[in-house]
Structure formats: C-alpha cells, structure tokens
C-alpha cells in the first residue's frame, strides 16, 4: 500500500504569500492518479486539483499542481483570506483499488 | 447542481449496527462510481468503501472489511452503507462522495457528511 507524507504539517504565512505544500508517494505514482483537497473548519473537501496538475471546476488559477514519480506540489500562488484551511493530497491504487489520503497540511495565517 | 445529502449518523454502543444513507441529485447517478470516506474528529481522510456504478463491484478499506457493506439503488438515486460490529474506532463523521468520471481516481463532489459516535 503506497503511503503519502504531506509536509510540513503545518506552514504559517501572510495573506499575499506564496505557499507550497509538498506530497512524498513511498512508491511511485501515476500522474494521472493525484489529486489534492482542501477542507474548512466544519466543512467537507473540496476538489481543487485532479490529475497532478488539472484544476477542478471553479478553482481560481492561483492554485497549481506539479510533480511526478513519487514527490508531488501544490503551490498557492498568492494567499487569499479564504486559502487559509487543511490541504489533503491523495492517490489511487488500481490493483486492487484503493484510494489514501495523506495526513493533511494545515495553511494558518501568520 | 451536484447534491449529496447524507443521513443515519447518531451515538451507537459498540457492536450495534448502523444504517447510512447519502441521497444524490443533480447528476446520472448510475454513471457514477460512488464512495464513503470518513474523518475521525481531529484526523485527516481515510477511504472507507467504494461501488461502482452499475453496483457490480464493491471494494473496502482493511480497516472495514467483512463489517461494512456498500450498496446502492439507483433506483432512488440512493448510496448506503451498513456498519455491523462497531468499534470506538468507527467514530467518525462520514462523507458520501462522488467519484469522477475517466477512471474513478479521484472524488469530486462531497455530501456535508454524518456523524457517528461509537461509546458505551
């Protein structure tokens, strides 16, 4: 089973900065199968990123993915108000299939 | 506009069974392969089960399996999932969520999610 580790567990910046978020795969993953997530207090995930690098419907274009193999980024270009939450990377098995998350990276306002 | 509404969550006593159902709209619900992921309180993500669309082919988390069972009737445009043996460990609140189209790799809508709290 292949485990992701977000780092680092938590990132403290100004709004305006620019944030990167970093997914490790402990075996490599298809690009294809990478996704990232973000979530606010008391709500549910939200898709921002499908694909390693393909933003989901409605995610502004400061949020960009990149990567392969087995390291993998989300990188907020310029930090609003409202980016300020957990982000979640995760990936999928297809033999068998499976789907992990990794641990989640908070983005608190410094 | 894509809803899920998710509903059965409430305090059990551990080794009771529990009922969750998440009510879809807004989309083709056989077209879509559908899945169960919870989040313990305090915790991240963890993938729990998923179906595919036609129903035909179930899979489970480690952590699950052989206790929980997924269905779902599309009838009703109804997913379920049938909690059987529960443990402290199963608390958690669980979001039903929508598996994209091109290869179910990834879950791109979420039901606001139902809490269910395992204590004696």
């Known amino acids: 089973e292949i485990v992701l580790t977000q780092s680092p567990g938590t990132l403290s910046l100004f709004p305006g900065d620019r944030a990167t978020l970093s997914c490790r795969a402990s075996?490599?993953?298809?690009?294809?199968?990478l996704a990232w997530y973000l979530q606010k207090p008391g709500q549910a995930p939200r898709l921002l990123i499908y694909?390693?690098?393909t933003r989901a419907i409605g995610i502004p274009d400061r949020f960009s993915g990149g990567g392969s193999g087995t390291d993998f980024t989300l990188t907020i270009s310029r930090l609003e108000p409202e980016d300020f939450a957990v982000y979640y990377c995760?990936?999928?098995?297809?033999?068998?299939?499976?789907?992990?998350f990794g641990q989640g990276t908070k983005v608190e306002i410094k | 506009e894509v809803q899920l509404l998710e509903s059965g969550g409430r305090l059990v006593q551990p080794g009771e069974s529990l009922r969750l159902s998440c009510a879809a709209s807004?989309?083709?619900?056989?077209?879509?392969?559908m899945s169960w992921v919870r989040q313990a309180p305090g915790k991240g993500l963890e993938w729990v089960s998923s179906?595919?669309?036609?129903?035909?082919?179930?899979h489970y988390a480690d952590s699950v399996k052989g206790r929980f069972t997924i269905s779902r009737d599309s009838s009703q445009n109804t997913l379920n999932l049938q909690l059987n043996s529960l443990r402290g460990e199963d608390t958690a609140v669980y979001y039903c969520?929508?598996?994209?189209?091109?290869?179910?790799?990834?879950?791109?809508?979420w039901g606001q999610g139902t809490l269910v709290t395992v204590s004696s």
């Open positions: 969520a929508r598996l994209s189209r091109g290869g179910a790799v990834s879950f791109d809508y």
């Open positions: 807004g989309f083709t619900f056989s077209n879509y392969a």
């Open positions: 179906i595919t669309g036609s129903g035909t082919n179930t």
């Open positions: 075996q490599s993953v298809s690009s294809s199968y």
């Open positions: 694909g390693t690098s």
């Open positions: 995760q990936q999928y098995d297809s033999s068998p299939p499976l789907w992990t």
